[in-house]
C-alpha cells in the first residue's frame, strides 16, 4: 500500500518569491511520483512526474521536484512565484505495479502581489 | 491536440433521477479512469479501464454507480437513484497505456448537484 501526505494544506506567498509545496510519501516498492495542478473549475494538469530516472525533475512554468529517497519527500518548488500560480496543487504516487493513482489531500497556494 | 472531454460542465438533478455522464478521452489512448472529487473525500478513484480486459470497479462506493465503455473509447458513466452524498466533481482521466509511469491527463470535469 502506499500513502501520500501533503503537510501544508494552505501556503500563501509574495509575487517574486520562492514556492516551496512539501510532500511525503509512503511505499513499499519504488514509486512513481507526480505532481499536478488545479485551477479552479479545471481539471488536474501533470506539471512533472519521478519515474526513476534523475531525482531532480523539471516541469512546466518553472516548477521542479526533488526525489529523495531516504527522506521519503518529493517537494514542489519554483524560484519565483507568480500571480497565475495561484491554484490547488497535489501530489500522487502510483500504485503497485499498476495505474491506480494515490492523491494527497492537496495544498492551496495563494500568491500576494 | 484535443484533450479529455466531459460532458455536461454541470448538471443539476433531483434526489432519486439518474444521471449519465459522458467522457471521450485523448485519441489512441487505451487506459481510461474515472475519479470523484468531494470535499472532505478528496479525489477518490471509481473504476479503470483498459483496452478490451475487465473493468477495474474496485472503486465504485454502490452498485448505484456502473459504468460502460464503448469500442475501446467514449465512456458513460451511470449513477442510478441519486443521493446528496452524490454530489461531487466527477472526472474522467486517459493514458496511453495502464503503466504506472505514464501520466494521467485529466478532463475539466462534471460538476454534480443533487437537490
Known amino acids: 500500500a502506499q500513502s501520500v501526505t501533503q503537510l501544508d494544506s494552505h501556503v500563501s506567498v509574495s509575487e517574486g518569491t520562492p514556492v516551496l509545496l512539501r510532500c511525503n510519501y509512503s511505499?513499499?516498492?519504488?514509486?512513481?511520483l507526480f505532481w499536478y495542478v488545479q485551477h479552479p473549475n479545471k481539471g488536474l494538469q501533470l506539471l512533472l512526474k519521478?519515474?526513476?530516472?534523475?531525482?531532480l525533475v523539471k516541469g512546466i512554468n518553472g516548477f521542479e521536484a526533488e526525489f529523495k529517497k531516504s527522506e521519503t519527500s518529493f517537494h514542489l518548488t519554483k524560484p519565483s512565484a507568480h500571480m497565475s500560480d495561484a491554484a490547488e496543487y497535489f501530489c500522487v504516487v502510483s500504485g503497485a505495479g499498476s495505474y491506480q493513482l494515490t492523491f494527497g489531500k492537496g495544498t492551496k497556494l495563494s500568491v500576494i502581489p | 491536440g484535443a484533450g479529455v472531454s466531459q460532458s455536461p460542465s454541470n448538471k443539476v438533478t433531483e434526489k432519486g433521477k439518474d444521471v449519465e455522464l459522458r467522457c471521450d478521452p485523448i485519441?489512441?489512448?487505451?487506459?481510461l479512469y474515472w475519479y470523484r472529487q468531494s470535499l472532505g473525500q478528496g479525489l477518490e478513484f471509481l473504476i479503470y479501464f483498459q483496452g478490451n480486459s475487465a473493468p477495474d470497479k474496485s472503486g465504485l462506493p454502490s452498485d448505484r454507480f456502473s459504468a460502460e465503455r464503448t469500442g475501446g473509447s467514449v465512456s458513460t458513466l451511470t449513477i442510478q437513484r441519486t443521493q446528496q452524498e452524490d454530489s461531487a466533481v466527477y472526472l474522467c482521466a486517459s493514458s496511453s497505456s495502464g503503466d504506472r509511469d505514464q501520466p494521467q491527463h485529466f478532463g475539466d470535469g462534471t460538476r454534480l448537484s443533487i437537490l
Open positions: 485519441s489512441g489512448h487505451t487506459a
Open positions: 511505499s513499499s516498492y519504488s514509486p512513481s
Open positions: 519521478y519515474t526513476s530516472a534523475a531525482t
